[in-house]
């Protein structure tokens, strides 16, 4: 069985400072791996998107970059956070690009920039 | 405008009564829809997938999918206390486009 796990659960930030999400996918090769942003109680917004590893496209941007360094791993990451970074950050896995394929998510990372 | 809208914003049922979402697309070239369920604190989790004109069946619940007014529909029968969550209804088309999520509907079953 697949398994995706984050990190870390849940980070309080300051403005302007750098951060690193982490997203790791257990029991799948070559998955497709996504970020996705969702502000408290509101919509999902995919930011990128991965097919292979070394290979991310932006969906939108947001300040923010993604890299996928290994098969297995997918990383969020900026420089300086904004107040407007705030919110739910999800990873997600799909077996095939396209809209047949279900995604299935992670647990999620609490972003909170104060 | 939003290309996925849903409807109601919110809802609440008694234990044991049916909910019902709804989910307007406003581009034809969506296809493919999918409902998932969020409880509070968690990643999404899909329910049913829906890509052909009609009704779908999956134990308690039910979608309908009709492409020519681009309406999707979720009905979830019998609803129970931990149906109580977020509700997304998802679009995509032919393309490898993301997924356009809709707002999400809350759904509260009260004991």
Request: hydrophobic letters at 35%; aromatic letters at 12%.
């Amino acid at each position: 069985a697949q398994t995706i796990h984050q990190w870390p659960v849940a980070e309080i930030k300051a403005v302007g400072s750098p951060l690193s999400l982490g997203c790791t996918i257990k029991g799948k090769s070559s998955p497709n791996l996504y970020w996705y942003w969702q502000a408290t109680g509101g919509t999902l917004q995919q930011l990128f998107y991965s097919i292979t590893v070394g290979q991310v496209e932006s969906v939108v941007q947001l300040n923010l970059s993604a890299s996928r360094p290994k098969d297995d791993q997918f990383i969020l990451s900026t420089e300086k956070l904004l107040l407007s970074h705030s919110g739910f950050y999800l990873c997600a896995w799909s077996p095939g690009l396209g809209g047949r394929n279900e995604q299935y998510f992670g647990p999620g990372t609490r972003l909170t920039v104060l | 405008q939003q290309k996925v809208q849903q409807s109601p914003e919110s809802l609440s049922v008694p234990e044991g009564g049916m909910a019902s979402f709804n989910c307007t697309s406003s581009d034809r070239n969506f296809q493919y829809f999918w409902w998932y369920r969020q409880h509070s604190g968690e990643g999404p989790k899909a329910l049913m997938s829906i890509f052909s004109d009609g009704d779908k069946k999956e134990g308690r619940f039910t979608a309908h999918l009709n492409k020519a007014s681009l309406h999707v529909s979720l009905h979830i029968r019998d609803s129970q206390p931990s149906d109580s969550a977020l509700y997304f209804c998802a679009a995509s088309d032919h393309n490898n486009n993301a997924p356009r999520f809709g707002a999400g509907t809350k759904l509260t079953v009260k004991p």
